[in-house]
């Protein structure tokens, strides 16, 4: 009897321990890091559950690299250069939240965006100059898709993006892609109102007989994509729905 009042005991006992157990499971994810060198050391270490994406820690340690300034950003484009993957990508989500980029720090982002870390596209972006937003759309070109970090970071870029982003698909005949068509229409259906720049000189494009009939589709696919910011040109759209 005492025995089974015992392992009752214990039982409840246990249950009772068990949110805390979970609790401290939950915030082990989140760091104290209070100087660059703590935030660093939480970058460089290798990530035990790679296959889930950024942890909590990271993140946390990269918004606090945030108030470190200019001084971050030298080490961790350093951890660009890891033999870890997972640590290349954390390096790259950091310098994607930072606002101290400089021109001169493209080289390094760029060499790692071609190898395959799509996080430093948004870093890239946040340099903001017409290079970086040219290395962002040979990217798209080279990977032509949706929902990725370069086409968010393309979008960010709003009006300073669009001329790249134009050159791109007036190339020669068979250029762009289909797949390339519809990445760039992404793209611009997310700048929401920064998109208004693009649709004259799309409809300039779509309404040139000159052009091939694929890249006039291709633009009217893409004013689709932008929508009602397009409403302006309703008229000369309408017109061109014969050609449809």
């Known amino acids: 009897m005492i025995r089974r009042l015992l392992k009752l005991l214990l039982l409840d006992a246990i249950i009772a321990i068990l949110p805390f157990s979970t609790s401290a499971v939950e915030n082990s994810d989140s ?25 909590k820690s990271v993140q946390a340690a990269a918004t606090k690299l945030q108030s470190f300034g200019r001084p971050a950003v030298k080490p961790l484009l350093q951890l660009l250069q890891s033999t870890d993957e997972s640590v290349r990508d954390q390096a790259g989500y950091a310098l994607s939240e930072t606002k ?34 040219r290395a962002l759309v040979d990217d798209l070109r080279q990977n032509p898709q949706t929902h990725t970090q370069t086409t968010g970071a393309l979008a960010d870029g709003g009006r300073k993006a669009i001329p790249l982003l134009l050159e791109a698909i007036s190339c020669e005949p068979g250029c762009p892609s289909r797949e390339l068509s519809a990445a760039i229409a992404f793209v611009f259906g997310q700048m929401n109102t920064n998109a208004v720049a693009a649709v004259e000189p ?10 091939a009939d694929e890249l006039r589709l291709a633009t009217l696919s893409m004013l689709k994509a932008i929508g009602p910011y397009a409403k302006a040109y309703r008229e000369p759209l309408r017109l061109l729905t014969a050609f449809l």
């Not at 060198?37 to 889930?52: G, H, R, W």
């Not at 980029?101 to 948004?122: H, I, M, R």
């Open 31 to 55: 760091p104290i890091c209070t100087s660059l060198e703590a935030c660093l050391a939480i970058l460089s270490t290798p990530a035990t559950n790679y296959d889930k994406g950024i942890s």
């Open 100 to 133: 101290e980029l400089l021109p001169e720090d493209l080289p390094t982002l760029q060499k790692a965006l071609f190898f395959g870390n799509g996080w430093v596209s948004g870093a890239i972006g946040q340099i903001g100059t017409p290079e970086a937003f």
């Open 202 to 211: 799309l409809v300039d494009i779509a309404q040139d007989e000159s052009k």
